[in-house]
């Protein structure tokens, strides 16, 4: 997986799409800033991601961002997705390459180093570990530091992905501190002082 160091962001779907969403996300990813977006959406049928997953799935081909899909290797399938990303209580890496084969396969760490070493084991495509600040996207009942992004680092040269609370007021301790990607929703879809495209120009 080639890396692009300006292209640091990890944009995560906010939880509800409204009508003026894809206009957004396209001035988003304009800036050329995002590697990858991932379709996390917990309140939607199937039939409706399909059809979201579609819309947005054209717009990160033209932008050549990454499309990756949370927690359904079956919907990545359905989507064509460039890959999809794991949870610990989803189902294994070995059964998720079986369903897309070899596309991109991120697996979530929280903050535990064993964890890690199963998905560098298990030869996944990044390693996501956090909440690294308070966030208000999802309950975290895990809280990491950047000494887990600094001692996974010294294991493997794995792409590693901080989340959880990130800003542009916090966002530069992380990249300084090996994290290859910064795995960001809230502030750039619920952030009450700026506009997205302003929010996701600030980070730099």
Not at 121 to 131: E, R, T
């Amino acid at each position: 997986m080639r890396i692009n160091k300006k292209k640091f962001v990890y944009l995560i779907s906010p939880n509800i799409i409204t009508k003026d969403f894809y206009i957004q996300l396209e001035n988003v990813l304009s800036t050329n800033k995002v590697s990858f977006f991932q379709l996390r959406l917990k309140k939607y049928s199937l039939s409706q991601r399909i059809s979201i997953g579609k819309k947005i799935q054209k717009i990160c081909r033209n932008r050549k961002v990454k499309f990756i899909v949370n927690d359904d290797p079956y919907l990545a399938k359905i989507l064509d997705a460039d890959g999809c990303h794991l949870g610990q209580k989803d189902m294994s890496v070995a059964k998720a390459k079986s369903i897309i084969g070899d596309k991109i396969i991120g697996l979530t760490c929280h903050n535990s180093i064993r964890m890690a070493k199963v998905g560098i084991k298990s030869n996944v495509s990044y390693l996501a570990f956090g909440a690294f600040y308070a966030t208000k996207t999802k309950k975290t009942k895990y809280q990491a530091t950047t000494k887990i992004l600094n001692d996974v680092k010294k294991l493997s040269n794995i792409p590693l992905v901080a989340i959880g609370g990130i800003n542009n007021a916090n966002y530069k301790k992380l990249l300084l501190n090996n994290a290859t990607f910064l795995a960001i929703s809230s502030y750039i879809w619920k952030n009450k002082k700026y506009k997205p495209i302003k929010a996701i120009e600030l980070l730099k």
